[in-house]
Every structure is written in C-alpha cells, then in structure tokens.
C-alpha cells in the first residue's frame, strides 16, 4: 500500500496550491479518503475527506469555503484545491484512506497514510 502525495511549495497569502495524492496497493474507490495537516509545534488535524465516489464531502470550518477535495477513482488519486490561503494554513498536509462507510474525521479511523507534503504561506 502505498499513498504518494504531492504538490506543496511555498506560496504568499490569498494564493492558490492543488494537492495531489496518487494511491496503490489497495480499492481505491473502497476508501473514503482524507486529507489532514499539522504545523510545527501542533497536533495533527482534520482537513477534509470525500466519500468513496466523491458524492459527499466535508471540511474543517476552518478551511470550509477556500478548500476542495475531489478525486478520481479511475486514477486512483485524490486531490484538495486549496484556494485563498492564509500563513496560518501552513503545515505538513498528508493524505490518508479509511475504510469506514460512513464520513469520518478521527485520524484513528484512517488505516493508511501517505508522506507529508509542506506547504508553506507567507505574509
């Protein structure tokens, strides 16, 4: 199992990043799939997930109205837009894969787990 993430850098407030994450190894289209983050000094927190063919998603309220998950099950790859960042977006963004049915949030509830990609918003 194997998930590949991708796609972070260095970008100045009220820009734009996509984030890619290619997975293998397993369903993909079984798995509802998450994206989370954790700044330096923080624990890890929820970012969003989509449902297994992406037809319910939900988000962070911190992130809600500037971040869109999608993803498309025939390349295995889930993706989150992040639109109008902010410094305070800054943190390590990893995606993971759940096995649950249902939309969940707890980072317990997530079996696999790609790399951290940084991303880094400046002032």
């Known amino acids: 199992v194997q998930l590949q993430a991708s796609g972070g850098g260095l970008v100045q407030a009220g820009g734009s990043l996509r984030l890619s994450c290619t997975a293998s190894?397993?369903?993909?289209?079984?798995?509802?799939m998450g994206w989370f983050r954790q700044a330096p000094g923080k624990e890890r927190e929820f970012v969003g997930c989509?449902?297994?063919?992406?037809?319910?998603?939900k988000y962070a309220d911190s992130v809600n109205g500037r971040f869109t998950i999608s993803r498309d099950n025939a390349k295995n790859t889930v993706y989150l837009q992040m639109n109008s960042l902010k410094p305070e977006d800054t943190a390590a963004y990893y995606c993971?894969?759940?096995?649950?049915?249902?939309?969940?949030?707890?980072?317990?509830?997530?079996?696999?787990w790609g790399q951290g990609t940084l991303v880094t918003v400046s002032s």
């Open positions: 993971a894969a759940s096995s649950s049915g249902l939309i969940v949030t707890m980072a317990s509830r997530y079996g696999y």
């Open positions: 190894g397993f369903t993909f289209s079984n798995y509802l």
């Open positions: 989509t449902s297994r063919f992406g037809s319910t998603n």
